[in-house]
């Protein structure tokens, strides 16, 4: 291989995810699958063909570069894409002509997409985007009034495909408060919105964590990220989601993780006790100590943090990396692998025999969150499904 690590994806992990998701959305909700962030690191390459064999149909993205890759690479012709973000003026006749639906949160935009529909002579499909709380982007409730009266008289060339607002924090139980504001505030919005004639097709505001803490927030669509790739959006969310189930042991995790991370062991050599191993004096060997270079390092998504702290699995077992994590290479102690040798499997992410690191163990070490170690990953590192 050229490349100095691999990335699989499991395709029945992710099959069995998206059963769960359904059961727990109901028949009726709309499913959208965000892959803003390459896919969360998975590659929307490999991961948007994928789950549309797996019948999803929306996926979400964040901005016009990620909307034209998905468009690019899926496989169905009924399948939309929907950009929850950035789009620049320029970007949008591309979306309103390839039916691509966009989110809009300031008149500027808004006037920009009804020019964009006129020049194309067909309708811009919009997501009215409502600040209810989070403070971030989105029509203010001062702007009602003027947004109704636009909308309204623009029906020829907007089509309002969703209402939406996005919740600061659901993963949380410290926001409980400002999230049960910002339902109250969208509900209003929302109603007012309808009344004056600006009716959506979906009303949707929930991503992963509260379409389990806050299952009322499911309305007509969810766009769900994180829980989809396999992991909570928080241990608060998961022990929200056994308490309620019918599950209750922390080991009846419906989630399985689609992503595993391998390489080999580029080289293998001893070291005398005393020795310092690596850049400067982080490690010292206390003993004898047979070290293994493996080709891995911080241009792969590999955090430095991890230096002196991160495992690794070899031979089934996990085993310290040592010293310092370099830009492309780390090293771990093999003193406790016999026969270990040079080309020997590496698992970075995944699991070995009976052992298994998880995305979330190296988040726990370093106070990452899943979703960083995860769109950390380079888009060179090649990825393969795997069944
Ligand atoms: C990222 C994002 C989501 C998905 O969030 P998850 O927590 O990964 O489910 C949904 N909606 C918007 C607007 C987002 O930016």
Redesign the pocket.
């Known amino acids: 291989m050229f490349h100095t690590s691999f990335i699989e994806i499991n395709r029945s992990a992710l099959k069995s995810n998206l059963r769960f998701l359904k059961r727990l959305t109901g028949p009726d909700v709309r499913f959208c699958s965000?892959v803003?962030g390459n896919a969360y690191g998975h590659g929307i390459e490999h991961f948007v063909p994928l789950a549309e064999e797996c019948g999803v149909d929306i996926f979400?993205v964040?901005s016009a570069d990620e909307a034209l890759r998905t468009h690019l690479v899926k496989k169905k012709k009924g399948t939309h894409v929907m950009i929850?973000g950035m789009i620049d003026d320029d970007a949008l006749s591309w979306a309103v002509e390839n039916d691509v639906s966009f989110y809009v949160f300031e008149f500027e935009r808004l006037s920009a997409a009804v020019y964009a529909a006129k020049k194309q002579n067909r309708k811009a499909r919009i997501h009215v985007e409502l600040e209810t709380g989070m403070n971030r982007i989105g029509f203010s409730w001062e702007d009602r009034e003027k947004l109704a009266d636009f909308l309204v008289r623009n029906l020829d060339h907007l089509e309002i495909m969703g209402v939406s607002t996005?919740f600061a924090g659901a993963e949380s139980i410290a926001n409980y408060l400002r999230i049960q504001n910002q339902i109250a505030n969208y509900n209003r919005y929302q109603g007012y919105l309808r009344k004056k004639g600006a009716r959506a097709q979906l009303r949707h505001t929930a991503?992963?964590?509260p379409l389990i803490a806050y299952p009322h927030t499911k309305m007509d669509m969810v766009?769900?990220?994180?829980?989809q790739y396999g992991f909570w959006?928080s241990k608060e969310t998961y022990m929200q989601y056994l308490t309620q189930s019918e599950r209750k042991r922390m080991t009846d995790n419906p989630l399985r993780q689609l992503i595993s991370w391998k390489s080999k062991i580029m080289s293998i050599k001893n070291v005398p006790a005393g020795e310092f191993v690596g850049y400067g004096t982080v490690y010292q060997t206390t003993d004898d100590t047979l070290i293994a270079a493996i080709p891995v390092g911080y241009c792969h998504g590999f955090s430095r943090s991890l230096s002196n702290l991160g495992k690794v699995l070899i031979h089934g077992r996990r085993v310290p990396v040592i010293g310092m994590v370099n830009m492309n290479m780390m090293i771990a102690d093999v003193s406790h692998c016999p026969g270990v040798k040079r080309g020997d499997e590496v698992v970075i992410v995944g699991s070995q025999r009976n052992n298994r690191i998880t995305v979330s163990s190296f988040s726990d070490m370093t106070n990452d969150v899943n979703y960083e170690t995860l769109v950390r990953l380079p888009r060179e590192i090649p990825r393969h499904i795997i069944e």
């Open positions: 965000v803003k979400g964040h929850m996005h991503c992963s964590a766009r769900v990220g994180i829980l959006p």
